[in-house]
Protein backbone atom coordinates (compact mmCIF):
# COMPACT_ATOMS: atom_id res chain seq x y z
CA UNK A 1 0.00 0.00 0.00
CA UNK A 2 1.16 3.62 -0.55
CA UNK A 3 1.92 5.77 1.55
CA UNK A 4 -0.89 8.76 2.82
CA UNK A 5 -0.18 11.84 0.60
CA UNK A 6 -2.46 13.71 3.01
CA UNK A 7 -2.39 12.60 6.53
CA UNK A 8 -4.16 14.62 9.55
CA UNK A 9 -3.04 13.66 12.85
CA UNK A 10 -5.29 13.99 16.32
CA UNK A 11 -6.52 17.58 15.00
CA UNK A 12 -8.54 19.63 17.04
CA UNK A 13 -10.56 23.01 16.59
CA UNK A 14 -11.88 24.97 19.14
CA UNK A 15 -13.55 28.76 18.90
CA UNK A 16 -13.26 29.84 22.61
CA UNK A 17 -14.73 26.92 25.02
CA UNK A 18 -16.47 25.38 21.52
CA UNK A 19 -14.54 22.36 20.17
CA UNK A 20 -15.79 22.50 16.63
CA UNK A 21 -13.74 19.78 15.70
CA UNK A 22 -11.42 16.11 17.02
CA UNK A 23 -9.18 15.01 17.86
CA UNK A 24 -9.52 13.64 14.60
CA UNK A 25 -6.74 11.30 12.44
CA UNK A 26 -7.63 10.85 8.81
CA UNK A 27 -5.48 10.15 6.04
CA UNK A 28 -5.96 9.93 1.90
CA UNK A 29 -3.21 7.61 -0.23
CA UNK A 30 -2.95 9.32 -3.67
CA UNK A 31 -5.72 8.75 -6.24
CA UNK A 32 -7.96 7.74 -3.61
CA UNK A 33 -12.02 8.70 -3.33
CA UNK A 34 -12.63 9.59 0.17
CA UNK A 35 -16.19 11.04 1.00
CA UNK A 36 -16.85 12.89 3.53
CA UNK A 37 -20.31 12.68 5.35
CA UNK A 38 -22.13 14.06 8.40
CA UNK A 39 -25.12 16.25 9.45
CA UNK A 40 -25.01 19.96 9.53
CA UNK A 41 -22.67 21.33 12.09
CA UNK A 42 -20.62 17.82 12.51
CA UNK A 43 -17.55 19.69 11.90
CA UNK A 44 -17.12 18.58 7.99
CA UNK A 45 -16.17 22.51 6.52
CA UNK A 46 -13.63 22.72 9.94
CA UNK A 47 -12.28 20.01 8.73
CA UNK A 48 -11.68 21.68 5.01
CA UNK A 49 -10.40 24.79 6.78
CA UNK A 50 -7.64 23.05 9.13
CA UNK A 51 -6.39 20.82 5.79
CA UNK A 52 -6.15 24.42 3.26
CA UNK A 53 -4.79 26.29 6.39
CA UNK A 54 -8.13 28.67 6.71
CA UNK A 55 -7.95 27.73 9.90
CA UNK A 56 -5.14 26.51 12.25
CA UNK A 57 -5.93 23.42 14.25
CA UNK A 58 -5.68 24.46 18.33
CA UNK A 59 -4.10 21.06 18.45
CA UNK A 60 -2.79 18.28 15.92
CA UNK A 61 -0.72 18.02 12.84
CA UNK A 62 -1.69 18.43 8.78
CA UNK A 63 0.75 16.77 6.98
CA UNK A 64 0.96 17.03 2.74
CA UNK A 65 3.55 15.08 0.27
CA UNK A 66 5.42 14.08 3.78
CA UNK A 67 5.91 17.72 4.63
CA UNK A 68 4.13 19.13 7.57
CA UNK A 69 1.93 21.84 6.98
CA UNK A 70 -0.38 22.77 10.19
CA UNK A 71 0.90 26.20 9.91
CA UNK A 72 1.56 26.78 6.47
CA UNK A 73 -1.03 29.77 4.94
CA UNK A 74 -3.26 28.65 2.40
CA UNK A 75 -1.71 30.24 -1.19
CA UNK A 76 1.09 27.98 -0.06
CA UNK A 77 -0.84 24.66 0.42
CA UNK A 78 -2.46 25.58 -2.86
CA UNK A 79 0.66 25.59 -4.14
CA UNK A 80 1.96 22.96 -3.45
CA UNK A 81 -0.92 20.99 -4.99
CA UNK A 82 -4.03 21.10 -2.28
CA UNK A 83 -6.91 22.33 -4.00
CA UNK A 84 -10.53 23.31 -2.87
CA UNK A 85 -13.64 24.08 -4.18
CA UNK A 86 -16.06 26.34 -2.19
CA UNK A 87 -19.90 25.10 -0.83
CA UNK A 88 -21.08 28.48 -2.68
CA UNK A 89 -19.63 29.45 -5.90
CA UNK A 90 -17.13 32.32 -5.10
CA UNK A 91 -16.33 33.29 -9.25
CA UNK A 92 -14.06 36.78 -9.77
CA UNK A 93 -17.27 38.89 -11.02
CA UNK A 94 -16.79 41.32 -12.95
CA UNK A 95 -13.88 39.35 -14.75
CA UNK A 96 -14.26 36.97 -17.78
CA UNK A 97 -14.33 32.85 -17.27
CA UNK A 98 -10.91 32.74 -19.07
CA UNK A 99 -9.94 35.50 -16.39
CA UNK A 100 -11.04 33.30 -13.51
CA UNK A 101 -8.96 31.06 -14.93
CA UNK A 102 -5.68 32.79 -15.78
CA UNK A 103 -5.83 34.01 -12.12
CA UNK A 104 -3.82 31.11 -10.64
CA UNK A 105 -2.21 30.02 -13.70
CA UNK A 106 -0.45 33.75 -14.64
CA UNK A 107 1.41 32.93 -11.25
CA UNK A 108 2.65 29.69 -11.77
CA UNK A 109 6.00 29.90 -13.37
CA UNK A 110 5.70 26.27 -14.47
CA UNK A 111 3.03 27.09 -16.63
CA UNK A 112 4.57 27.95 -20.19
CA UNK A 113 1.38 29.67 -21.85
CA UNK A 114 -1.33 30.21 -18.85
CA UNK A 115 -4.04 31.07 -21.98
CA UNK A 116 -3.90 27.63 -23.49
CA UNK A 117 -3.83 25.93 -20.04
CA UNK A 118 -6.93 27.61 -19.45
CA UNK A 119 -8.73 27.36 -22.31
CA UNK A 120 -7.84 23.32 -21.69
CA UNK A 121 -9.04 22.95 -18.44
CA UNK A 122 -12.44 25.06 -19.14
CA UNK A 123 -12.32 22.37 -22.03
CA UNK A 124 -12.36 19.73 -19.67
CA UNK A 125 -15.33 20.95 -17.82
CA UNK A 126 -17.31 22.09 -20.69
CA UNK A 127 -17.07 25.63 -20.66
CA UNK A 128 -14.53 26.22 -22.92
CA UNK A 129 -17.40 27.98 -25.36
CA UNK A 130 -18.17 30.55 -22.16
CA UNK A 131 -14.46 31.61 -22.09
CA UNK A 132 -15.44 35.11 -22.73
CA UNK A 133 -18.52 35.50 -20.89
CA UNK A 134 -18.67 37.34 -17.56
CA UNK A 135 -18.47 34.89 -14.72
CA UNK A 136 -21.17 36.50 -12.63
CA UNK A 137 -23.56 35.75 -15.70
CA UNK A 138 -23.44 31.62 -15.45
CA UNK A 139 -25.91 29.63 -14.41
CA UNK A 140 -25.66 27.60 -11.16
CA UNK A 141 -24.27 24.53 -12.80
CA UNK A 142 -21.73 26.44 -15.03
CA UNK A 143 -20.64 28.33 -11.74
CA UNK A 144 -19.83 24.84 -10.22
CA UNK A 145 -17.41 23.98 -13.17
CA UNK A 146 -15.90 27.21 -12.81
CA UNK A 147 -14.77 26.75 -9.51
CA UNK A 148 -13.83 22.95 -10.37
CA UNK A 149 -11.56 24.54 -13.55
CA UNK A 150 -9.97 26.67 -11.20
CA UNK A 151 -9.56 24.26 -8.43
CA UNK A 152 -7.85 21.88 -11.22
CA UNK A 153 -5.92 24.72 -13.25
CA UNK A 154 -2.70 24.40 -11.58
CA UNK A 155 -2.52 20.57 -11.87
CA UNK A 156 -3.61 19.65 -8.07
CA UNK A 157 -2.55 16.94 -6.52
CA UNK A 158 -5.84 16.36 -4.25
CA UNK A 159 -8.84 18.35 -4.93
CA UNK A 160 -11.28 19.06 -1.95
CA UNK A 161 -14.58 19.13 -3.12
CA UNK A 162 -16.84 20.87 -0.83
CA UNK A 163 -20.20 20.38 -1.72
CA UNK A 164 -19.97 20.75 -5.38
CA UNK A 165 -23.25 19.38 -6.26
CA UNK A 166 -25.36 21.37 -3.87
CA UNK A 167 -29.01 22.55 -5.68
CA UNK A 168 -28.15 20.66 -8.91
CA UNK A 169 -30.48 18.55 -10.44
CA UNK A 170 -29.88 14.69 -10.92
CA UNK A 171 -28.58 15.01 -14.53
CA UNK A 172 -26.64 17.77 -13.37
CA UNK A 173 -25.34 15.89 -10.50
CA UNK A 174 -24.19 13.44 -13.03
CA UNK A 175 -22.28 15.54 -15.68
CA UNK A 176 -20.46 17.23 -12.42
CA UNK A 177 -19.96 13.48 -11.42
CA UNK A 178 -18.56 13.06 -14.38
CA UNK A 179 -16.11 15.55 -14.42
CA UNK A 180 -14.61 14.25 -11.16
CA UNK A 181 -14.33 11.02 -12.02
CA UNK A 182 -12.40 11.87 -15.13
CA UNK A 183 -10.03 13.71 -13.25
CA UNK A 184 -9.75 11.31 -10.09
CA UNK A 185 -8.33 8.92 -13.46
CA UNK A 186 -5.94 11.34 -14.70
CA UNK A 187 -4.33 10.70 -10.76
CA UNK A 188 -5.83 13.50 -8.85
CA UNK A 189 -6.72 12.23 -5.11
CA UNK A 190 -10.31 13.88 -4.69
CA UNK A 191 -12.01 14.80 -0.79
CA UNK A 192 -15.57 14.47 -1.89
CA UNK A 193 -18.30 16.88 0.71
CA UNK A 194 -21.39 16.21 0.41
CA UNK A 195 -25.02 16.04 1.38
CA UNK A 196 -26.21 14.28 -1.44
CA UNK A 197 -25.69 10.16 -0.38
CA UNK A 198 -26.35 8.44 -3.65
CA UNK A 199 -24.14 10.66 -5.18
CA UNK A 200 -20.76 9.90 -2.36
CA UNK A 201 -21.71 6.75 -2.40
CA UNK A 202 -21.32 6.23 -6.15
CA UNK A 203 -18.36 8.44 -6.43
CA UNK A 204 -15.87 7.12 -3.29
CA UNK A 205 -13.72 3.95 -3.09
CA UNK A 206 -13.91 4.82 1.20
CA UNK A 207 -16.23 7.09 3.22
CA UNK A 208 -16.17 8.98 6.63
CA UNK A 209 -18.55 10.24 8.49
CA UNK A 210 -18.65 12.72 11.42
CA UNK A 211 -20.87 13.49 14.19
CA UNK A 212 -20.34 16.55 16.64
CA UNK A 213 -16.60 16.70 15.24
CA UNK A 214 -15.41 13.59 15.68
CA UNK A 215 -14.55 10.56 13.41
CA UNK A 216 -17.59 8.04 14.12
CA UNK A 217 -17.18 5.71 11.28
CA UNK A 218 -14.50 5.06 7.96
CA UNK A 219 -15.23 2.41 5.38
CA UNK A 220 -15.83 1.44 2.25
CA UNK A 221 -19.31 2.88 0.78
CA UNK A 222 -21.74 -0.40 1.94
CA UNK A 223 -20.76 -0.58 5.21
CA UNK A 224 -21.02 2.95 5.79
CA UNK A 225 -24.11 2.64 4.54
CA UNK A 226 -24.88 -0.17 7.21
CA UNK A 227 -23.12 1.43 9.81
CA UNK A 228 -25.91 1.39 12.57
CA UNK A 229 -24.04 4.44 14.01
CA UNK A 230 -24.35 6.07 10.64
CA UNK A 231 -27.51 5.61 9.82
CA UNK A 232 -28.60 6.78 13.93
CA UNK A 233 -26.75 10.46 13.53
CA UNK A 234 -27.33 11.07 9.48
CA UNK A 235 -29.83 9.07 8.05
CA UNK A 236 -32.38 9.37 11.06
CA UNK A 237 -33.66 7.00 13.29
CA UNK A 238 -36.11 5.86 10.65
CA UNK A 239 -33.47 4.71 7.98
CA UNK A 240 -32.67 1.80 10.11
CA UNK A 241 -35.90 -0.18 9.62
CA UNK B 1 -22.33 86.60 -23.21
CA UNK B 2 -24.52 83.79 -21.63
CA UNK B 3 -22.57 81.71 -24.35
CA UNK B 4 -19.20 82.64 -23.84
CA UNK B 5 -20.27 81.87 -19.79
CA UNK B 6 -21.58 78.72 -20.13
CA UNK B 7 -18.39 77.26 -22.66
CA UNK B 8 -16.32 77.80 -20.53
CA UNK B 9 -18.26 77.14 -17.19
CA UNK B 10 -18.68 73.70 -18.89
CA UNK B 11 -14.41 74.07 -20.05
CA UNK B 12 -13.66 74.50 -16.26
CA UNK B 13 -16.00 71.63 -15.14
CA UNK B 14 -14.26 69.49 -16.89
CA UNK B 15 -10.97 70.07 -16.13
CA UNK B 16 -11.73 70.57 -12.68
CA UNK B 17 -13.74 67.34 -12.43
CA UNK B 18 -10.61 65.66 -14.11
CA UNK B 19 -8.25 66.96 -11.50
CA UNK B 20 -11.21 65.57 -9.11
CA UNK B 21 -10.56 61.84 -10.74
CA UNK B 22 -6.60 62.53 -10.40
CA UNK B 23 -6.90 63.04 -6.77
CA UNK B 24 -9.49 60.45 -5.87
CA UNK B 25 -7.68 57.78 -7.90
CA UNK B 26 -5.56 56.57 -5.35
CA UNK B 27 -8.81 56.28 -3.14
CA UNK B 28 -10.46 54.30 -5.86
CA UNK B 29 -7.87 51.99 -5.49
CA UNK B 30 -7.50 51.15 -1.30
CA UNK B 31 -11.36 51.70 -0.94
CA UNK B 32 -13.22 51.10 -4.21
CA UNK B 33 -11.18 47.79 -4.56
CA UNK B 34 -9.54 46.58 -1.41
CA UNK B 35 -12.32 47.95 0.75
CA UNK B 36 -10.11 49.88 2.90
CA UNK B 37 -11.10 53.96 3.55
CA UNK B 38 -7.97 55.26 3.51
CA UNK B 39 -9.08 58.41 4.68
CA UNK B 40 -5.74 59.58 4.51
CA UNK B 41 -5.03 59.40 0.96
CA UNK B 42 -5.69 63.34 0.58
CA UNK B 43 -2.73 64.22 3.24
CA UNK B 44 -0.84 61.60 0.48
CA UNK B 45 -1.54 64.20 -2.01
CA UNK B 46 -0.93 67.06 -0.04
CA UNK B 47 2.64 65.70 0.98
CA UNK B 48 3.10 65.00 -2.54
CA UNK B 49 2.50 68.16 -3.81
CA UNK B 50 5.26 69.46 -0.90
CA UNK B 51 7.93 67.06 -1.91
CA UNK B 52 6.83 68.44 -5.71
CA UNK B 53 7.58 71.97 -4.51
CA UNK B 54 10.50 70.89 -3.24
CA UNK B 55 12.22 69.52 -6.11
CA UNK B 56 10.71 72.40 -8.17
CA UNK B 57 12.54 74.53 -5.64
CA UNK B 58 15.83 72.98 -6.91
CA UNK B 59 14.85 73.89 -10.42
CA UNK B 60 12.83 70.76 -11.49
CA UNK B 61 9.46 70.55 -13.30
CA UNK B 62 6.93 69.09 -11.42
CA UNK B 63 5.57 66.38 -13.36
CA UNK B 64 9.41 64.61 -13.61
CA UNK B 65 10.23 65.41 -9.99
CA UNK B 66 6.04 63.03 -9.14
CA UNK B 67 7.67 60.27 -11.68
CA UNK B 68 11.01 60.30 -9.86
CA UNK B 69 9.34 60.73 -6.54
CA UNK B 70 6.78 57.40 -7.58
CA UNK B 71 8.94 55.15 -6.47
CA UNK B 72 9.57 56.45 -3.14
CA UNK B 73 5.42 56.73 -2.57
CA UNK B 74 5.37 53.19 -3.67
CA UNK B 75 7.55 52.11 -1.06
CA UNK B 76 5.74 54.29 1.72
CA UNK B 77 2.05 52.81 0.70
CA UNK B 78 3.29 49.38 1.01
CA UNK B 79 4.82 50.46 4.49
CA UNK B 80 1.60 52.05 5.52
CA UNK B 81 -0.48 48.57 3.83
CA UNK B 82 1.94 46.43 6.31
CA UNK B 83 1.54 48.56 9.45
CA UNK B 84 -2.47 48.36 8.87
CA UNK B 85 -2.30 44.35 8.35
CA UNK B 86 0.14 43.72 11.12
CA UNK B 87 -2.40 45.90 13.00
CA UNK B 88 -6.03 44.50 12.53
CA UNK B 89 -6.12 42.12 9.21
CA UNK B 90 -3.75 39.64 10.84
CA UNK B 91 -6.03 40.13 14.11
CA UNK B 92 -8.99 39.39 12.13
CA UNK B 93 -9.48 43.12 13.18
CA UNK B 94 -10.00 44.37 10.03
CA UNK B 95 -13.22 46.48 10.30
CA UNK B 96 -14.29 49.63 8.63
CA UNK B 97 -13.95 51.52 11.64
CA UNK B 98 -10.24 50.26 12.77
CA UNK B 99 -9.47 51.66 9.37
CA UNK B 100 -10.85 54.62 9.55
CA UNK B 101 -9.62 55.88 13.21
CA UNK B 102 -5.97 54.43 11.83
CA UNK B 103 -5.58 56.56 8.62
CA UNK B 104 -7.60 59.22 10.27
CA UNK B 105 -4.58 59.23 12.72
CA UNK B 106 -1.94 58.76 9.76
CA UNK B 107 -3.51 61.90 7.56
CA UNK B 108 -2.58 63.99 11.03
CA UNK B 109 0.78 62.55 11.39
CA UNK B 110 1.40 63.78 7.50
CA UNK B 111 -0.20 66.94 8.38
CA UNK B 112 1.74 67.52 11.87
CA UNK B 113 5.04 66.49 9.71
CA UNK B 114 4.68 68.70 7.06
CA UNK B 115 3.71 71.66 9.48
CA UNK B 116 7.04 70.83 11.42
CA UNK B 117 9.09 70.34 8.28
CA UNK B 118 7.45 73.90 6.31
CA UNK B 119 5.42 75.75 8.79
CA UNK B 120 2.06 76.91 8.19
CA UNK B 121 3.42 79.07 4.95
CA UNK B 122 1.74 77.67 1.54
CA UNK B 123 3.87 76.05 -0.59
CA UNK B 124 3.63 77.05 -4.29
CA UNK B 125 5.37 75.72 -7.86
CA UNK B 126 6.92 78.43 -10.07
CA UNK B 127 6.71 76.87 -14.03
CA UNK B 128 6.36 78.51 -17.32
CA UNK B 129 3.15 77.89 -18.50
CA UNK B 130 1.25 78.66 -14.60
CA UNK B 131 -0.91 82.00 -15.70
CA UNK B 132 -0.81 81.37 -19.92
CA UNK B 133 -4.13 80.37 -21.72
CA UNK B 134 -5.51 78.19 -24.28
CA UNK B 135 -7.92 79.69 -26.41
CA UNK B 136 -10.33 78.33 -28.74
CA UNK B 137 -13.24 80.23 -29.75
CA UNK B 138 -15.01 81.58 -27.06
CA UNK B 139 -13.37 78.98 -24.68
CA UNK B 140 -10.47 79.77 -22.55
CA UNK B 141 -8.54 76.82 -20.74
CA UNK B 142 -5.52 78.38 -18.48
CA UNK B 143 -2.77 76.37 -18.95
CA UNK B 144 -2.92 76.09 -14.63
CA UNK B 145 -6.15 73.52 -15.03
CA UNK B 146 -4.95 72.36 -18.03
CA UNK B 147 -2.01 70.67 -17.56
CA UNK B 148 -3.02 69.07 -14.41
CA UNK B 149 -6.33 67.69 -15.92
CA UNK B 150 -4.97 65.83 -18.85
CA UNK B 151 -2.73 63.98 -16.04
CA UNK B 152 -6.00 61.99 -14.87
CA UNK B 153 -6.67 60.45 -17.97
CA UNK B 154 -3.10 59.55 -18.49
CA UNK B 155 -2.81 58.01 -15.36
CA UNK B 156 -6.40 56.18 -15.12
CA UNK B 157 -5.66 54.76 -18.54
CA UNK B 158 -2.60 53.12 -17.61
CA UNK B 159 -3.96 51.56 -14.56
CA UNK B 160 -6.78 50.62 -16.45
CA UNK B 161 -4.02 48.64 -18.70
CA UNK B 162 -2.03 47.51 -16.10
CA UNK B 163 -5.25 45.87 -13.84
CA UNK B 164 -6.47 44.64 -17.19
CA UNK B 165 -3.25 42.93 -18.68
CA UNK B 166 -0.52 42.38 -16.62
CA UNK B 167 -0.69 39.33 -13.78
CA UNK B 168 -0.65 41.27 -10.62
CA UNK B 169 -3.31 43.34 -12.27
CA UNK B 170 -5.75 40.63 -12.49
CA UNK B 171 -5.00 39.35 -9.11
CA UNK B 172 -5.83 43.01 -7.80
CA UNK B 173 -8.88 42.82 -9.57
CA UNK B 174 -9.77 39.44 -8.05
CA UNK B 175 -8.59 39.96 -4.79
CA UNK B 176 -11.41 43.06 -4.72
CA UNK B 177 -14.25 40.04 -5.13
CA UNK B 178 -12.76 37.41 -3.04
CA UNK B 179 -9.36 36.73 -0.74
CA UNK B 180 -10.04 33.51 0.65
CA UNK B 181 -10.62 32.52 -3.30
CA UNK B 182 -7.75 33.87 -4.23
CA UNK B 183 -5.98 32.33 -1.68
CA UNK B 184 -6.69 28.71 -2.69
CA UNK B 185 -6.19 29.96 -5.84
CA UNK B 186 -2.03 30.08 -4.92
CA UNK B 187 -1.73 33.30 -3.94
CA UNK B 188 -0.70 35.51 -1.21
CA UNK B 189 -3.87 37.73 -1.25
CA UNK B 190 -1.90 40.08 1.53
CA UNK B 191 0.98 40.59 -1.01
CA UNK B 192 -1.27 41.43 -3.59
CA UNK B 193 -3.14 44.11 -1.13
CA UNK B 194 0.08 45.51 0.13
CA UNK B 195 1.14 46.33 -3.86
CA UNK B 196 -2.26 47.56 -4.59
CA UNK B 197 -1.42 50.19 -1.64
CA UNK B 198 1.53 51.29 -2.96
CA UNK B 199 -0.03 51.49 -6.33
CA UNK B 200 -2.04 53.64 -4.57
CA UNK B 201 0.45 55.91 -3.13
CA UNK B 202 2.32 56.24 -5.92
CA UNK B 203 -0.92 57.88 -7.88
CA UNK B 204 -1.07 60.24 -4.37
CA UNK B 205 2.62 62.17 -6.10
CA UNK B 206 1.31 62.77 -9.52
CA UNK B 207 -1.89 64.02 -8.14
CA UNK B 208 -0.03 66.19 -5.61
CA UNK B 209 1.99 67.66 -8.62
CA UNK B 210 -1.65 68.51 -9.83
CA UNK B 211 -2.99 69.96 -6.82
CA UNK B 212 0.33 72.55 -6.70
CA UNK B 213 0.09 73.22 -10.45
CA UNK B 214 -3.26 74.34 -9.74
CA UNK B 215 -2.15 77.06 -6.72
CA UNK B 216 -0.52 76.92 -3.16
CA UNK B 217 -1.05 74.25 -0.94
CA UNK B 218 -0.70 74.18 2.76
CA UNK B 219 -0.39 70.82 5.20
CA UNK B 220 -3.91 71.47 5.99
CA UNK B 221 -4.70 70.82 2.56
CA UNK B 222 -6.17 67.27 2.31
CA UNK B 223 -9.09 67.79 4.76
CA UNK B 224 -11.04 70.06 2.08
CA UNK B 225 -10.75 66.79 -0.17
CA UNK B 226 -11.55 63.96 1.86
CA UNK B 227 -15.15 64.66 1.43
CA UNK B 228 -14.89 65.02 -2.35
CA UNK B 229 -12.69 62.41 -2.90
CA UNK B 230 -14.85 59.84 -1.41
CA UNK B 231 -18.01 61.04 -3.57
CA UNK B 232 -16.23 60.56 -6.59
CA UNK B 233 -15.54 57.00 -5.60
CA UNK B 234 -18.58 56.06 -4.41
CA UNK B 235 -20.40 58.07 -7.53
CA UNK B 236 -18.05 55.77 -9.63
CA UNK B 237 -19.03 52.33 -8.80
CA UNK B 238 -16.68 51.19 -5.97
CA UNK B 239 -13.34 50.59 -8.16
CA UNK B 240 -14.52 51.33 -11.67
CA UNK B 241 -11.96 53.59 -13.05
CA UNK B 242 -14.00 54.88 -16.03
CA UNK B 243 -16.07 55.67 -13.80
CA UNK B 244 -13.96 57.05 -11.50
CA UNK B 245 -13.08 59.82 -14.45
CA UNK B 246 -16.60 59.99 -15.58
CA UNK B 247 -17.84 60.38 -11.67
CA UNK B 248 -15.22 63.78 -11.49
CA UNK B 249 -15.66 65.33 -14.47
CA UNK B 250 -19.81 65.05 -13.65
CA UNK B 251 -19.13 66.44 -10.03
CA UNK B 252 -16.76 69.21 -11.97
CA UNK B 253 -19.08 70.28 -14.48
CA UNK B 254 -22.06 70.82 -11.98
CA UNK B 255 -20.23 72.66 -9.23
CA UNK B 256 -18.42 74.66 -12.02
CA UNK B 257 -22.63 75.65 -13.50
CA UNK B 258 -23.79 76.15 -10.24
CA UNK B 259 -20.80 78.85 -9.40
CA UNK B 260 -21.06 80.66 -13.04
CA UNK B 261 -24.69 80.79 -13.19
CA UNK B 262 -26.15 80.60 -8.94
CA UNK B 263 -23.84 81.31 -6.40
CA UNK B 264 -20.06 79.03 -5.66
CA UNK B 265 -21.03 79.10 -1.89
CA UNK B 266 -23.74 76.59 -3.47
CA UNK B 267 -20.81 74.65 -5.24
CA UNK B 268 -19.77 72.18 -2.24
CA UNK B 269 -23.09 71.02 -2.07
CA UNK B 270 -23.42 70.10 -5.30
CA UNK B 271 -21.03 66.79 -4.91
CA UNK B 272 -22.95 65.20 -1.98
CA UNK B 273 -26.44 66.11 -3.73
CA UNK B 274 -25.36 64.40 -7.07
CA UNK B 275 -23.65 61.52 -5.27
CA UNK B 276 -27.07 61.19 -2.77
CA UNK B 277 -29.30 61.39 -5.82
CA UNK B 278 -27.49 58.83 -7.60
CA UNK B 279 -27.54 56.46 -4.54
CA UNK B 280 -30.76 56.93 -4.52
CA UNK B 281 -31.94 56.04 -8.09
CA UNK B 282 -28.77 53.74 -8.71
CA UNK B 283 -26.85 52.23 -5.48
CA UNK B 284 -24.27 50.77 -7.02
CA UNK B 285 -23.01 53.90 -8.69
CA UNK B 286 -22.52 54.50 -12.46
CA UNK B 287 -20.42 52.15 -13.14
CA UNK B 288 -20.38 49.43 -10.66
CA UNK B 289 -21.66 45.83 -10.97
CA UNK B 290 -24.75 44.56 -8.97
CA UNK B 291 -23.35 42.45 -5.88
Known sequence: MSDPILLVENVEKSFGALRALGPISVSLKAGERLGVIGPNGSGKTTLINCLTGTLTPSAGEVWFLGRKVTDLAPHRRARMGLARSFQIPKPFTGMSVLENLLVPLDHLHDVADPRARAMEVLASVGLAGRAGHEAGGLTQLELRKLELARALAGRPKVLIADEAMAGLSDREIDDVLAILERLNESGVAVIMIEHIMHAVMRFSHRIICLETGRLIADGLPDAIANDPLVQKVYFGEQARH | ?291
Not at chain 2, 11 to 21: E, F, Q, R
Not at chain 2, 168 to 187: F, M, Q, T, W, Y
Open chain 2, 1 to 291: MFLDQFVNAIGTGVMLGSIYAALALGLAVTFGLLHIPNIAHPAFVVAGAYVVAVGNSCGFDPLLVALVALVPFYVAGLGFYEFYARLFERRGAADTMNALTLFFGVSLVVETALLIKFGTNQQSVSVAYVGQSLTIGLLSLPYRLLVPALLAPVMILLLWLYLRFTHAGIAIRAVAHDERALSVSGIDPRWIKRHAFGIAAATAVVAGAALIIIGPVDPFGGRLMIGRTFAVVVLAGMGSLPGTIAAGILIGVSESMVSAFASPSWAPAVAFSILLATLALRPEGLFGAHR
